[in-house]
């Protein structure tokens, strides 16, 4: 049976409010950013989860060492929570996984750009063959 352990963190980025799911199985530890605009409500939230589960765009997997499952006294889990709920921002695991996430669409994109201006480039030599050959031809 695989484990999950979750987290979903809502903070406001100038100018939009974006919400940050980190998650913690078996593959590593994954991590998704969603933009929301005005302030979201809880049952927003839970009803854009709900809705868009399968279309969250996760990160790759981080490998990491397995996480102890271990019971937590309820008092101290309570001040736990009061002080993730304090704004800090996103935990550095989650920055680190959603820019390398975007240095890899950024490698991706300059990737097929390069592919394409060389396709373009290929093109216009093949014809400029073309009219070269057809200028002198006959003579």
């Given at each position: 049976?695989?484990k999950i352990?979750?987290?979903?963190?809502?903070f406001?980025?100038e100018?939009?409010?974006?919400?940050?799911?980190?998650?913690i199985?078996d593959?590593?530890y994954?991590?998704?950013?969603?933009?929301?605009?005005a302030?979201?409500?809880?049952?927003?939230?839970y009803?854009?989860?709900s809705e868009?589960w399968?279309d969250?765009?996760?990160s790759?997997?981080?490998?990491?060492?397995?996480?102890?499952e271990?019971?937590?006294?309820p008092?101290?889990?309570r001040?736990?929570?009061a002080k993730?709920?304090?704004?800090?921002?996103?935990?550095t695991?989650?920055?680190q996984?959603?820019?390398?996430?975007?240095e890899?669409?950024?490698?991706?994109?300059?990737?097929?750009?390069?592919d394409?201006?060389?396709?373009?480039?290929?093109?216009?030599?093949?014809?400029?063959q073309?009219?070269?050959?057809?200028?002198?031809?006959g003579?």
């Amino acid at each position: 049976m695989q484990k999950i352990r979750s987290k979903f963190t809502v903070f406001f980025e100038e100018p939009f409010w974006v919400g940050v799911y980190e998650r913690i199985c078996d593959e590593g530890y994954q991590v998704c950013k969603v933009t929301f605009g005005a302030e979201p409500k809880d049952y927003e939230v839970y009803g854009f989860l709900s809705e868009n589960w399968k279309d969250l765009n996760f990160s790759k997997p981080i490998p990491m060492e397995e996480f102890p499952e271990r019971r937590i006294n309820p008092k101290r889990m309570r001040r736990a929570i009061a002080k993730s709920l304090e704004p800090a921002g996103i935990g550095t695991k989650a920055q680190q996984a959603l820019k390398q996430q975007q240095e890899q669409r950024k490698a991706e994109t300059k990737r097929e750009n390069k592919d394409e201006k060389q396709r373009l480039k290929q093109e216009r030599f093949e014809r400029k063959q073309k009219k070269r050959k057809e200028k002198h031809r006959g003579h």
